[in-house]
Structure formats: C-alpha cells, structure tokens
Nanobody
Framework: QVQLVESGGGLVQPGSSLTLSCAAS????????MMWARQAPGKGLEWVSG????????YYADSVKGRFTISRNNAKNTLYLQMNRLKPEDTAVYYC????????????RGQGTQVTVSS
C-alpha cells in the first residue's frame, strides 16, 4: 500500500493549462516508476503518462503526447503533470499511481483530483 495525494485539479476553459501535483509517502518514491491515469465519467481507467525512477525516461498516451509533460522531484517525493492546451475530452478524475505493473490497482493510486474542461 502507498500514500498518494493528488492536488491541482479544477474547472478550466478549453485551451487552458493546469499543473497537477502528487505527494507521495510510505514507500521509497525515488526507487519507483510513477504514472498518471485518468477516468472520465462512465469510462474505465486510462493510462496517461509514466516516468521512470530518476526521471530520465517519460512516456505518454497518444491522446496527450505533445500537450502534457510528466516530471518528478525525488527530493520532495512529488510527481507532477503539466497539462497544456486542454480539451473537453481531457475531463476526468486524474490519479497518480505507483509502479509499472501495479498502477491500475486501487491500493496503488491516490484518491484523485477532478479536472473539468468546459466553456
């Protein structure tokens, strides 16, 4: 089990930017691959982005590539997701999650933060 607390969500207009943060505790953050995932209303959990333990490698879903940037600060045990040029279809609850193979499991992600993109 892990402790992950997301923040930074909100209601924004299309084309706007938001930065999500995730504070991690109760595990060795600097040794862990971390992910962002999202769940839109009525849909399943969707992987959005991932980053390896030292931040040297990042990965993105095609739907967000070129608009979103994942990063981490291991000294602060914090994961970030910079989201630019937001679209209505980005509306979802965003979760940070631990691990390449565990990110989709309930005990390995936070409670989520709502992002709503609407005019």
């Amino acid at each position: 089990q892990v402790q992950l607390v997301e923040s930074g969500g909100g209601l924004v207009q299309p084309g706007s930017s938001l930065t999500l943060s995730c504070a991690a505790s109760d595990f060795t953050f600097s040794d862990s691959h971390m992910m962002w995932a999202r769940q839109a209303p009525g849909k399943g959990l969707e992987w959005v982005s991932g980053i390896n333990s030292d931040g040297g490698n990042t990965y993105y879903a095609d739907s967000v590539k070129g608009r979103f940037t994942i990063s981490r600060n291991n000294a602060k045990n914090t994961l970030y997701l910079q989201m630019n040029r937001l679209k209505p279809e980005d509306t979802a609850v965003y979760y940070c999650a631990k691990g390449l193979t565990t990110w989709h499991l309930p005990g390995y992600r936070g409670q989520g933060t709502q992002v709503t993109v609407s005019s």
